[in-house]
């Protein structure tokens, strides 16, 4: 029988774990052939998240877990769950629902089918704001322009099934600001998608606040291009350009209107422009610097606190 490995990241999900464990075993149930293990990774939640694993782990041996030290990251925990794997092929989704449980047997088919990643291409319900939609296909046509990873829009789920060859690859890496969905398109391998759309959470909030998700998002766009550093030469040269050629018109204005030039008004104007360009750039390569920072010091990607496996 061919072993399939759930991981699901868990971060103030004690509500969730027991829902999804039940729906994730009522799919396999129906499964001929396939033996599976889930493996929650506790990533630093404070609620009760861990007793509740603890509690399924007792009952069903087929409940494996991590609890991390503290809260790491959603990429991290992923990868954790990866690292102790042993499993044919893995399936990474989130412990909220909006995974659907039902969609496995879907990428077992494909994954049967040859494709050692098949990943799943999110659309999200009516209710969704059009906002919220809005900037997700913003981010992913940037991402797209601005990086050297061509994600799918709505591609970029963690809802994933990946081969164990594919597995061994992602586990022999050591990055610091791991991009788990960016890696996946950047690996190769055969893969194909699978659409799904996105259900409402089960219960709790999303721990995903606007903070976290503009620093995901930059994670995905410097994680895998040097293009934001040449876009800030190319930013300073053009605007070194234009303001040649504006202050020239400025100056041709005022003899043939014969008005004095303010320069206070000028001078304050170009100071407070070019300073702000300045800082601009500043933060791209310090993006940078940090990323390299963190990556000499080669500490770990996440520290295990406990196990049961």
Same mark, same amino acid.
């Given at each position: 029988?061919?072993?399939?490995?759930?991981?699901?990241?868990?971060?103030?999900?004690?509500?969730?774990?027991?829902?999804?464990? =039940?729906?994730?075993?009522?799919?396999?149930?129906?499964?001929?052939?396939?033996?599976?293990?889930i493996i929650f990774v506790n990533d630093g939640s404070r609620d009760q998240t861990q007793a509740k694993i603890e509690e399924?782990?007792? =009952?069903? &041996?087929?409940?494996?877990? #991590?609890? %991390?030290?503290?809260?790491?990251?959603?990429?991290?925990?992923?990868?954790?769950?990866?690292?102790?794997?042993?499993?044919?092929?893995? #399936?990474?989704?989130?412990?909220?629902?909006?995974?659907?449980? &039902?969609?496995?047997?879907?990428?077992?088919?494909?994954?049967?089918?040859?494709?050692?990643?098949?990943?799943?291409?999110?659309?999200?319900?009516?209710? #969704?704001?059009?906002?919220?939609?809005?900037?997700?296909?913003?981010?992913?046509?940037?991402?797209? @322009?601005?990086? *050297?990873?061509?994600?799918?829009?709505?591609?970029?789920? *963690? +809802?994933?099934?990946?081969?164990?060859?594919?597995? *061994?690859?992602?586990?022999?890496?050591?990055?610091?600001?791991?991009?788990?969905?960016?890696?996946?398109?950047?690996?190769? %391998?055969?893969?194909?998608?699978?659409?799904?759309?996105?259900? &409402?959470?089960? @219960?709790? &909030?999303?721990?995903?606040?606007?903070?976290?998700?503009?620093?995901?998002?930059?994670?995905?766009?410097?994680?895998?291009?040097?293009?934001?550093?040449?876009?800030?030469?190319?930013?300073?040269?053009?605007?070194?350009?234009?303001?040649? %050629?504006?202050?020239?018109?400025?100056?041709?204005?005022? %003899?043939?209107?014969?008005?004095? #030039?303010?320069?206070?008004?000028?001078?304050?104007?170009?100071?407070?422009?070019?300073?702000?360009?300045?800082?601009?750039?500043?933060?791209?390569?310090?993006?940078?610097?940090?990323?390299? +920072?963190?990556?000499?010091?080669?500490?770990?990607?996440?520290?295990?606190?406990?196990?049961?496996?």
């Amino acid at each position: 029988m061919k072993k399939i490995s759930i991981i699901i990241p868990a971060h103030n999900e004690e509500q969730n774990v027991a829902l999804i464990h =039940q729906r994730i075993k009522e799919v396999f149930s129906t499964l001929e052939n396939y033996r599976f293990e889930i493996i929650f990774v506790n990533d630093g939640s404070r609620d009760q998240t861990q007793a509740k694993i603890e509690e399924l782990s007792q =009952q069903f &041996e087929e409940i494996k877990y #991590i609890e %991390f030290s503290r809260n790491f990251g959603h990429q991290p925990a992923v990868k954790a769950g990866m690292d102790a794997s042993n499993a044919n092929a893995i #399936i990474s989704m989130d412990a909220d629902l909006q995974h659907p449980p &039902e969609l496995i047997p879907e990428l077992i088919k494909k994954w049967e089918e040859g494709f050692d990643i098949v990943y799943t291409i999110r659309t999200y319900p009516k209710q #969704i704001s059009k906002f919220k939609r809005k900037t997700s296909s913003l981010y992913y046509k940037f991402l797209a @322009s601005i990086s *050297d990873v061509n994600l799918r829009e709505g591609g970029g789920s *963690d +809802f994933r099934l990946m081969d164990s060859s594919v597995v *061994d690859v992602v586990r022999n890496m050591n990055e610091a600001d791991i991009f788990l969905r960016g890696l996946s398109n950047w690996m190769g %391998f055969k893969q194909t998608g699978i659409s799904f759309t996105a259900g &409402e959470r089960a @219960s709790g &909030e999303s721990s995903y606040d606007l903070q976290k998700m503009m620093k995901f998002a930059f994670t995905g766009i410097t994680a895998f291009s040097v293009k934001p550093l040449y876009l800030a030469a190319y930013l300073g040269f053009i605007f070194s350009i234009l303001s040649v %050629f504006g202050y020239g018109i400025y100056v041709v204005h005022s %003899f043939v209107t014969k008005t004095e #030039i303010s320069g206070w008004a000028s001078l304050i104007m170009t100071v407070v422009f070019f300073g702000g360009l300045q800082l601009i750039i500043l933060g791209i390569i310090g993006i940078y610097l940090g990323k390299i +920072f963190k990556q000499v010091k080669e500490r770990p990607n996440y520290i295990i606190r406990s196990k049961n496996f």
